[in-house]
């Protein structure tokens, strides 16, 4: 099983087992556009979300019966007194019994229904099972999203930036974190959104259910560039993300050839105050870590393919593509950045 | 039929008014006029007026901003607006609609109706009436104004910290949010101070507080929510402006301070703010309900009861905006009870109306046809309201889409719709004439049109990940044809609107002349002429139950309360649960001194934004405004 290539394209494998899943896409097929669906509550693509898009297929159904038994009364109230008998008011115990019923007993059952559900729903969503199988702590940043592997002491396995693998059904542990301003993680697909609050550390557990790339975003304002802070899950196989993740433990490879040692001196030159390549001298903090960029589906926090054309325009004018984002452009020599974009790609 | 006017006592004879004295009591309660004249007007009519105006004036503003947010999410990727530029028309847009237009306008609303009808000539302290309005309307300027000026605050309209502290928002832009608003908080604290002491204590002789009607009563439950929410947001707002001033570091992580404090804070006024805008617009839908059914509404204790009701629960469930950030289970479940329970209140109060109608012989004319709008639109945002109360359900749609629509259906279908139906109903008593009822049902038309395609498609939006507040979305997450649908229906929503708004503008001059009770209404501000005489009622009423006007047709002749003096403005004092006639109150008359006050005021307030010297100075030139305000009136000028 293998994760679709690209992001952005056709999901491809719009599997029918769930029927939510498949309203949804008979509503959004209603509605004249093709959803993706790669960042959709309605795609639920593990037990948490998948429990919280039935709630949503109840309240709808119940919704819609609400409105019409409203609009139905309102309809009929009206239409009975447009005949020539002029007025004919409902009995005085007739009025009662309607608002009673109405207004009284259906939304306290509604009630009942909404609370029991959602205690119900809360604690299997929130259940955590100690031990986690695997714990990554997801850190906002202004404006992309730090990801840190650690393992079951708390010592440090890898990190990485804006795309975070995580083995399909195992339990996850996020600790989600904040050194800047508040900003709120959240993969439709997958669960629920949870705060990042500077001063605290809140988590959010759940179990990818099925193999696939989900997009989440931030959902909390946070400043200039909220609208394109965006990242990838990517659910495999376990066996698959163990792999992954060995590989992202080691240490940057040595370039090989001369244009990509020559693009390591432009990097340790332009890039290395804020970018980390671990294995080289370049140890920055402010920027995503790069040891292992060229493994990335994207560029920008999930918002431009990461290909050699975009990551060169990237360099050259990241204001263009995410305004006041925090990385300035570089006005390389067209033979540096060619350098520079060989030892980049290098970096798998 | 012709009435009778009588005295307290029904073997008086009947009252003959003396065309002199009318004379002379026009004389004491008008208005001066000229450019100076402006400034000094304290009669509750026309402070009203200008609260209305002003509202709505700031509504097209704000619903501008809104139509450029729709055009730049028309398609992905667009760069019609920057993100910064963006994220300030946000701001700008929500801060104006729910600072500058909605509370302002139920207030106006409320200032400008209930005295008449409970039979007042004017308000408590009329002078504080006039205060609180050149204050909301010099705070609404300056704020407003910054988007011009580029700025404009970009945190959101609810400005969580730590993004609106200095390190994250260093311009000027949080910093007029912060004391902006403070200062228009004075004015919706005064404004509340006031409706809660006439609707207590000037009430006509005779209307007990089971006779109110359920306008007032709806205007007093939210004067009382006022006193107690806007005081929240003034503190947390102080707390912000000496964070960002003087360093004071309330809301600085680093130095022991708690973001999560100010959400407590701003939730803990802004849900009941909510309600502070929703429950008027309720009375405003009894109101047209009782006099275009042409009977008495159902259920009117219930419905006082549930307005009551929904004032406090009000207040126990801000925590449901905050089910995101982390806080234990068990008390978030009590929050998630306690906003589902507030579907009672509202749910009774829908069926009473329901009931009401049922049957009626009903005139559709255009202010009925917005509160029939009004069913259809509040009923869904109540169910979405509903929805996510739901903590796993809220999970997911918090901070999307999905919120943005629940809340205009919300606050657009529940406040804006019956609100404007109240202007097409009370237009008369604005201006004399009626509005035209041809423009006024394509306005309604368009506006449900254009309202249900702009905000419907966005719950779609939200439940596929779209979120809140962002400048752009990238092509390829399926969003693309929600938005332009929501687009095109914003275009159509603003036809509507500015439709009423030409309507309320051509029909000053050219609408047709009402005459005193257009719409055969049973209360008493339709006993005043169209418009109303500068006092009001010439004689003040005495009520024998909740529909006087129709009572008094029926009987033939109606009572009045005679030996009020027509060279002052006297009022008469009555007591709070009974309305039993206890005293006399003396009016003041026309005044500069509130606006001098409000200017003073302001000076500090705006000032503080440059250096904080201005907190000094704008504290010594209101004292020495307010010395002047309450210098003690001459005793031989008032006899």
Not at chain 2, 369 to 381: A, E, K, N, S, T
Not at chain 2, 560 to 579: K, N, P, Q, Y
Request: net charge neutral.
């Amino acid at each position: 099983m293998t994760a679709t290539p690209s992001p952005f394209g056709p999901s491809g494998r719009r599997r029918t087992a769930q029927a939510a899943a498949r309203l949804a896409a008979a509503g959004a097929l209603l509605a004249g556009c093709a959803s993706d669906g790669s960042q959709s509550a309605l795609n639920p693509k593990s037990p948490d979300a998948a429990l919280i898009a039935q709630l949503w297929w109840w309240f709808l159904g119940v919704s819609a019966v609400v409105l019409a038994v409203v609009v139905l009364v309102l309809a009929v109230g009206l239409l009975r007194g447009r005949g020539a008998q002029g007025a004919r008011p409902l009995p005085e115990s007739r009025r009662w019994a309607l608002v009673v019923s109405g207004g009284i007993v259906a939304p306290a059952v509604a009630i009942l229904g909404i609370v029991v559900s959602g205690l119900w729903i809360g604690r299997e969503t929130g259940a955590r099972p100690t031990p986690p199988d695997v714990t990554v702590e997801v850190a906002g940043k202004l404006w992309w999203w730090e990801v840190r592997y650690r393992d079951a002491q708390g010592g440090l396995i890898a990190t990485t930036a804006n795309e975070i693998h995580l083995p399909v059904g195992r339990m996850v542990r996020l600790l989600l974190l904040s050194d800047n301003v508040i900003h709120s993680f959240w993969v439709p697909n997958l669960d629920g959104k949870t705060d990042m609050i500077p001063g605290q550390v809140n988590e959010l557990w759940f179990a990818p259910g099925e193999a696939g790339t989900y997009r989440g975003q931030c959902a909390e304002l946070c400043g200039v560039q909220h609208a394109l802070m965006g990242f990838l899950v990517v659910a495999t196989e376990p066996a698959e993300f163990e792999a992954w993740l060995a590989h992202q433990a080691r240490p940057a490879a040595e370039p090989e050839g001369a244009l990509a040692r020559r693009g390591r001196e432009v990097f340790q030159q332009s890039c290395a105050r804020c970018h980390t390549v671990r294995g080289t001298a370049a140890r920055g903090g402010q920027g995503p870590d790069l040891t292992h960029l060229a493994g990335r589906r994207t560029l920008a926090a999930a918002t431009i393919p990461n290909t050699r054309g975009h990551l060169g325009g990237w360099i050259a004018d990241p204001q263009s593509i995410k305004p006041g984002n925090l990385m300035p452009g570089f006005a390389l020599d067209p033979p540096d950045l060619h350098a520079l974009l060989a030892y980049l790609e290098q970096l798998e | 039929m012709t009435l009778t006017d009588r005295t307290f006592d029904p073997g008086a004879p009947a009252v003959r008014d003396d065309p002199e004295e009318t004379r002379r009591l026009e004389e004491t309660w008008r208005s001066p006029s000229g450019p100076v004249g402006w400034f000094m007007p304290v009669n509750q009519r026309i402070i009203g007026r200008r609260f209305i105006v002003t509202a709505f004036v700031f509504f097209l503003l704000a619903g501008a901003l809104g139509l450029l947010i729709r055009l730049q999410l028309a398609v992905p990727e667009n760069s019609l607006l920057g993100p910064e530029l963006y994220n300030q028309i946000v701001t700008t847009h929500g801060t104006t609609m729910m600072f500058l237009f909605a509370i302002p306008v139920v207030e106006g609303f409320a200032i400008f109706m209930a005295p008449m009808m409970i039979g007042s000539r004017d308000m408590a302290f009329p002078r504080l009436n006039a205060f609180g309005y050149y204050v909301y309307l010099i705070g609404g300027v300056a704020f407003f104004g910054s988007l011009f000026v580029g700025l404009a605050p970009a945190a959101g309209w609810f400005n969580y910290v730590p993004l609106a502290n200095k390190e994250f928002s260093p311009g000027l832009g949080v910093g007029i949010w912060t004391t902006m608003i403070t200062f228009i908080e004075v004015s919706a604290l005064t404004a509340a101070v006031e409706l809660i002491v006439t609707i207590l204590k000037l009430r006509a002789p005779g209307m007990s507080l089971n006779r109110m009607p359920l306008f007032v009563w709806s205007v007093l439950v939210m004067a009382f929510m006022i006193l107690f929410a806007m005081p929240t947001i003034i503190v947390a707002s102080l707390l912000l402006i000496l964070d960002r001033l003087v360093d004071t570091k309330f809301f600085i992580v680093e130095a022991g301070g708690e973001p999560l404090l100010w959400q407590h804070l701003f939730w803990f006024f802004g849900h009941p703010e909510v309600y502070i805008i929703l429950v008027p617009a309720l009375g405003v839908i009894s109101s047209v309900i009782t006099t275009f059914t042409g009977r008495p509404i159902f259920g009117y204790t219930a419905l006082v009861v549930s307005l009551v009701a929904t004032g406090f629960i009000s207040f126990g469930l801000w925590v449901h905006h905050m089910f995101a950030t982390g806080l234990p289970q068990l008390g978030l479940s009590f929050f998630m009870a306690a906003s589902a329970m507030i579907a009672i209140p509202n749910g009774v109060q829908v069926f009473c109306w329901l009931a009401s109608l049922w049957g009626a012989k009903i005139r559709l004319a255009t202010p009925m046809l917005w509160v029939l709008g009004f069913f259809v639109i509040f009923v869904i945002g109540g169910l979405t309201g509903v929805m996510v109360a739901s903590i796993p359900f809220d999970l997911q749609v918090h901070g999307t889409f999905f919120l943005v629509a629940h809340f205009h259906y919300v606050l657009i279908g529940g406040a804006v719709f019956p609100l404007i139906g109240g202007l097409y109903y009370w237009y008369p008593k604005m201006t004399g004439r009626l509005m035209s009822e041809r423009l006024g049902k394509w306005s309604f038309w368009l506006a449900f049109l254009g309202f249900n395609l702009t905000f419907f498609p966005m719950h779609q939006l939200g439940m596929e990940g779209m979120p809140r507040r962002i400048y752009t979305y990238i092509d390829g997450l399926g969003w693309e044809g929600m938005n332009l649908l929501a687009t095109a229906g914003s275009v159509v929503l603003a036809l509507g609107f500015l439709l009423t708004a030409f309507n309320f503008w051509v029909s000053m001059r050219r609408g047709r002349p009402a005459g005193d009770d257009p719409w055969g209404a049973p209360t008493l501000e339709w006993r005043t002429s169209s418009p109303p005489a500068p006092y009001n009622h010439r004689h003040v009423a005495v009520v024998h139950g909740r529909y006087p006007l129709w009572q008094e047709r029926e009987a033939g002749r109606r009572e009045v309360v005679i030996g009020l003096r027509s060279d002052r403005r006297e009022m008469v004092v009555t007591s709070i649960l009974d309305a039993e006639p206890q005293s006399v109150q003396v009016l003041p008359g026309p005044t500069i001194w509130p606006f001098v006050s409000a200017v003073a005021a302001s000076t500090g307030f705006i000032g503080i934004l440059v250096s904080p010297i201005f907190f000094v100075i704008g504290f010594f030139l209101a004292f020495f405004s307010f010395v002047g305000w309450l210098w003690p009136r001459r005793p031989w000028r008032e006899d």
